[in-house]
């Protein structure tokens, strides 16, 4: 069974970097459509922020974070990254990272826009980050 187990969060001022890391146990990378989600307080929905095929060498940036976040993964290591910089306040929230099974080149963005098409993904318990001065 997958399991994935992020780390890495915490305070940050506003222009500050971040480095989150997702580690996966339980299968190969390369099986999987993977992503970084968000959950602002408040109750909001948690959003998709950046998602990755390995297999595929594709990756997608969701606007509000693009050209500031980059996500990656070592195969090696069976860890995905998310480094987050010039964070702003509007960064604040819990992340979590999230894997379901690659079906083909669409499946990242079936996981990205949170489209139940394939399934459930897996989660993980998610880590806070806050940006304040």
């Known amino acids: 069974q997958l399991q994935l187990v992020e780390s890495g969060g915490g305070l940050a001022q506003p222009g500050e970097s971040l480095k989150l890391a997702c580690a996966v146990t339980?299968?190969?990378?390369?099986?999987?459509?993977l992503g970084w989600f968000r959950q602002a307080p408040a109750g909001k929905e948690r959003e998709g922020i950046s998602?990755?095929?390995?297999?595929?060498?594709?990756?997608r940036v969701e606007l509000p974070v693009r050209g500031r976040f980059n996500i990656s993964v070592d195969k090696t290591k069976n860890i995905m990254y998310l480094q987050m910089n010039n964070l702003k306040a509007e960064d604040s929230g819990v992340y979590y990272c999230?894997?379901?099974?690659?079906?083909?080149?669409?499946?990242?963005?079936?996981?990205?826009?949170?489209?139940?098409?394939?399934?459930?993904?897996?989660w993980g318990r998610g880590t806070q980050v806050t940006v304040s001065s």
């Open positions: 999230a894997a379901r099974y690659r079906f083909s080149r669409k499946s990242i963005d079936l996981l990205c826009e949170r489209s139940e098409t394939a399934g459930p993904p897996s």
């Open positions: 339980g299968d190969n990378l390369d099986d999987y459509a």
């Open positions: 998602c990755i095929s390995p297999r595929d060498d594709l990756t």
